[in-house]
């Protein structure tokens, strides 16, 4: 598949088979993902890949330890809980990806970027395997308890749960539009380019 096939074909996709891809294909995601642009060269990135009874473990650990973490006064606190202890059983492979934590704020910002690129990476690298995916953050990425279970440090940063798995339905490329985007065409010789969208 061309890049350009893949850039256009990948979409999110909610809705997984069971099926686990095998280990393999999901090697090969990862690898594709560490060829992203990385200013700083410190390879930034770390992951996780639960499948299986890990993922109701990590779900659980987590959801135990929501407990201590939040307060039990807010009425957002049991939702939260029970969320945490299901959600990542939604697909079949779940691949945390995070960032390790610089000192320097320039560092962490620019590896935060490298690390986005990585997903990027691995999702399209998905999308050429014939697997759907779908990058979730929220909550789940700044407990400490989520940290804690896969021993990060509270320096580190989660960046995405990358849900993994076949599509459950057929996908279509085209259902989601995208607006022209905003360019500027600088120095370029044909003034009908020059304010170009
Ligand atoms: C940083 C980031 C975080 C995201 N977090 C979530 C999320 O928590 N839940 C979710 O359903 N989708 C999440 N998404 C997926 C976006 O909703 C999705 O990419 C967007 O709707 C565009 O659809 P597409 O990926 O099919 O082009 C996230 C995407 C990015 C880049």
């Not at 993922?55 to 987590?62: C, T």
């Not at 697909?91 to 986005?116: F, I, K, R, T």
Request: negative net charge; charged residues 25%; aromatic residues 6%.
């Amino acid at each position: 598949m061309d890049v350009y096939t893949a850039i256009h074909g990948r979409r999110s996709v909610s809705t997984l088979a069971e099926d686990v891809p095998p280990r393999t294909v999901i090697e090969r995601l990862i690898n594709a993902a560490v060829w992203a642009p990385n200013h700083h060269l410190t390879e930034p990135w770390r992951f996780h890949v639960l499948c299986g009874a890990a993922r109701s473990e990590m779900g659980a650990a987590v959801a135990d330890r929501l407990e201590e973490e939040l307060d039990p006064a807010d009425p957002a606190t049991s939702g939260a809980i029970r969320s945490a202890r299901s959600r990542l059983s939604r697909a079949p492979v779940v691949v945390v990806v995070s960032q390790n934590g610089s000192d320097d704020p320039m560092v962490n910002l620019e590896d935060y970027a490298a690390v986005c690129c990585a997903t990027q990476n691995l999702m399209l690298a998905a999308h050429a395997e014939g697997l759907a995916t779908k990058w979730r953050t929220g909550d789940m990425c700044d407990y400490r308890a989520s940290k804690e279970f896969l021993g990060l440090s509270e320096a580190d940063r989660i960046v995405g749960y990358v849900y993994v798995g076949y599509p459950a339905a057929h996908l279509s490329s085209d259902d989601r539009e995208r607006k022209s985007p905003e360019v500027g065409w600088l120095g370029w010789d044909d003034p009908s380019d020059s304010v170009s969208v």
